[in-house]
């Protein structure tokens, strides 16, 4: 897979000039830590002529160490298996407008969250269409079964589902569903206090039960309990983006400034790789983010288009 040549005063330029609010917080906002140990590799994935991937917005490894990429382009879900090589492509029948979250649950079916359609899709492992929450391009309340501009789901230990919502333009914030979809609970409002959100960007959910929360634009991750009480925060240099757990220790991805992250368990940074700009193992904006069951980490950044593989060194 050959890395795209950024445009003209690059893409990374171009989107921070769009956005000052994002620039002013990102440029120079590195965490200083120890090493993570991981390098990075050039041109992880091959992709055969013919098939073509757009800006990379999601990744998610199965048990078997096959990558899903959830990309902006045409069959905009692509799989390829553990050495990289490219599989299949489908999705163009789903209605994806604006494709951003991806995760895979512990029966192997494929999340998928539409943030400008406003709907969350279960796919079987074939890509078979299991359950639809909220209507597609229908955005309103969460107890009204719809949502508004969905960016990541996390499970619950009985199954519960955890969707963040909110990415600018709707009232940001957690939805709580039973494992059937029927809506339980939803929390947050837009702001900078407790249980506030300014882009409640990721979520996950930890092996204690403890609901984190990249709080994008507040520079921070929130952590409830499983019914929405808060418990703590920890605040970060960066814009925490993504957050993915291995073997009990969670990892983030902070933005623009192309930060790879290991939290200690009190949240605070442990280690860390990566930077702004351009080249393998730098980002135009680190996105979200997959390990697989070997450790290997998996990087989505839309702002290069590519997907990026940090192995131990």
Excluded at 230 to 255: D, K, N, W
């Amino acid at each position: 897979m050959t890395r795209h040549a950024p445009a003209a005063g690059t893409a990374l330029t171009a989107l921070l000039l769009a956005a000052p609010a994002l620039a002013a917080q990102s440029q120079g906002a590195y965490e200083e830590a120890p090493a993570l140990g991981y390098t990075a590799v050039e041109a992880p994935l091959t992709v055969p002529a013919g098939v073509e991937l757009g800006p990379s917005s999601s990744v998610a490894a199965d048990a078997d160490g096959h990558l899903y990429v959830f990309h902006r382009g045409a069959n905009p879900i692509a799989e390829f298996d553990a050495d990289g090589h490219h599989l299949r492509s489908f999705g163009d029948d789903h209605g994806f407008e604006r494709p951003h979250g991806l995760r895979i649950d512990a029966d192997g079916n494929l999340w998928v969250t539409d943030v400008r359609s406003h709907f969350v899709l279960k796919l079987s492992p074939g890509g078979e269409v299991l359950m639809t929450i909220g209507v597609p391009g229908q955005a309103g309340a969460p107890g009204e079964r719809l949502l508004n501009e969905p960016n990541d789901i996390a499970f619950g230990p009985d199954g519960e589902i955890f969707i963040a919502q909110g990415h600018g333009n709707a009232v940001p914030g957690v939805v709580k569903l039973d494992r059937n979809g029927a809506f339980l609970a939803s929390w947050g409002s837009e702001g900078s206090g407790i249980g506030e959100f300014d882009i409640a960007h990721s979520i996950i959910v930890d092996d204690e039960g403890h609901v984190h929360v990249a709080d994008r634009q507040n520079q921070r991750i929130q952590v409830f309990d499983l019914d929405g009480n808060f418990i703590r925060q920890r605040r970060y240099a960066g814009l925490p983006c993504g957050l993915a757990m291995h073997e009990g220790t969670i990892y983030m991805v902070s933005g623009f400034s192309g930060q790879l992250l290991r939290l200690a368990p009190d949240g605070s940074v442990a280690a860390a790789t990566g930077r702004s700009g351009d080249g393998w193992g730098a980002f135009g904006e680190a996105h979200y983010l997959a390990i697989d069951p070997d450790g290997e980490i998996f990087v989505a950044d839309p702002v290069s288009g590519e997907v990026e593989k940090f192995v131990r060194r």
